[in-house]
């Protein structure tokens, strides 16, 4: 196994952060601090795709706005939430949404299609990236020995409680939607 995650697991990396990368950069990091990738490796990568990742839907919105549309059609409440936080604050947005689940891949979309400026999305992209890649990777590697340390129970216990907090969390959104 060990072998597998050296030898593809920046590839892995790689892929999943151009979509995000949030649960993957936090893996390399407890998987850096076992020894098994290289930290500035792994924030390197999941920095260089997660820009790479904005950039492409900031573009396939800017270049393709019906085919944008279309896509965000069914997340309308997403898309309103993006909306108000873009007015809220402004290019600071491209900061906060690395950190919010649900709308990570709709700000750019929506950024896209509207007249902000490429130049300034790629310069808050290239800050706010850096900043995600640094903060996310050097914390879920010093937490490492912390995670490491559970590892034992958390197969059982923990299971038991992602279960409950997935249930929880699909409960709640389907009420939302209701």
């Not at 270049?63 to 997340?75: E, G, H, Q, R, V």
């Not at 640094?134 to 490491?148: D, H, R, T």
Request: glycine letters at 10%; a positive charge; charged letters at 15%.
């Amino acid at each position: 196994m060990e072998q597998l995650i050296q030898d593809w697991g920046y590839v892995a990396l790689f892929l999943y952060s151009f979509g995000g990368g949030f649960v993957g950069l936090i893996f390399a990091g407890v998987l850096s601090y076992a020894g098994d990738l290289n930290i500035y490796v792994s924030i390197l990568v999941a920095g260089i795709s997660n820009f790479l990742g904005d950039q492409f839907l900031f573009f396939l919105a800017r270049k393709n706005k019906n085919y944008a549309k279309d896509m965000m059609k069914k997340y309308g409440r997403k898309i309103a939430l993006a909306h108000l936080m873009m007015r809220k604050y402004g290019s600071w947005v491209v900061f906060v949404q690395k950190y919010i689940y649900g709308i990570k891949t709709l700000i750019p979309l929506a950024m896209g299609i509207t007249k902000y400026s490429a130049t300034k999305f790629a310069f808050f992209n290239v800050l706010a990236t850096i900043l995600w890649a640094c903060v996310v990777g050097y914390l879920s590697y010093s937490a490492g020995e912390y995670i490491l340390s559970l590892s034992d129970d958390f197969k059982y216990v923990g299971l038991g409680i992602v279960l409950v907090i997935i249930l929880s969390i699909s409960y709640l959104f389907k009420k939302i939607e209701k």
